[in-house]
């Protein structure tokens, strides 16, 4: 892959040959081979630049102005977006190649690599090793709470159970005593309803 940078060699503009020499010299800092290309005195490098610079990067006269950099045909950026991924130490992420080992912007794709890993690998135990502590669904709960209280019903019958026979017991005997008191009730009036066919016999006798 060759990174191609627009130039123009001839500007009159103070700030648009600043530029240039800042892109440029950034490279060769970091050893990135590229190519220049100048589109003040060749036509084609002006036409092909202007017509790959994606639309939404041009400025509002359509016409964009150099340095402007892309890795083969594919655009990168203006010095702008490249001043801004040099502060950011995202430099060779902004030209499409790999960081060398040991760059700055290498280690801090390794701590990328490794949080996003640590992540999946967190999400991986937790749907291989589900929690044990799993929550009981309520239904399940009120299943098991009902299952205890008829246990435990189960366990009052008998107390419950005895009562009742006490109770009847109880009953039993009472209707005993009531029955009694009914027959001696009876036995007395006998004895009267006895004697007063006694008394009535005694006048008819003595009147014989």
Not at 16 to 24: A, E, F, L, R, T
Not at 50 to 57: A, F, H, I, L
Not at 136 to 143: H, I, L, Q, S, T
Request: glycine share 6%; charged share 35%; with cysteine.
């Amino acid at each position: 892959m060759v990174i191609k940078v627009f130039l123009a060699s001839s500007s009159g503009s103070t700030a648009i040959k600043k530029k240039q020499q800042d892109v440029v010299g950034f490279l060769e800092a970091l050893k990135v081979d590229y190519t220049q290309l100048d589109i003040a005195c060749n036509e084609e490098n002006r036409m092909w630049m202007r017509q790959n610079v994606p639309e939404e990067k041009k400025p509002a006269n359509g016409i964009p102005l150099p340095p402007q950099i892309f890795n083969e045909n594919g655009y990168c950026g203006d010095y702008e977006t490249f001043f801004d991924a040099k502060e950011d130490n995202m430099v060779y992420a902004f030209l499409g190649l790999p960081p060398p080992p040991g760059s700055k912007e290498a280690e801090l794709a390794d701590e990328e690599h490794v949080v996003e890993n640590g992540t999946h690998a967190e999400e991986t135990n937790a749907e291989e090793n589900p929690d044990d502590s799993i929550e009981v669904p309520v239904e399940e709960r009120n299943g098991n709470d009902e299952a205890t209280e008829g246990e435990t019903v189960g366990d009052e019958a008998p107390a419950e159970e005895d009562q009742a026979v006490e109770e009847t017991d109880e009953v039993t005997e009472d209707t005993a005593q009531a029955e009694e008191e009914e027959e001696q009730e009876e036995e007395e009036l006998r004895q009267l309803e006895e004697e007063e066919e006694a008394e009535v016999q005694e006048p008819e006798g003595a009147s014989r």
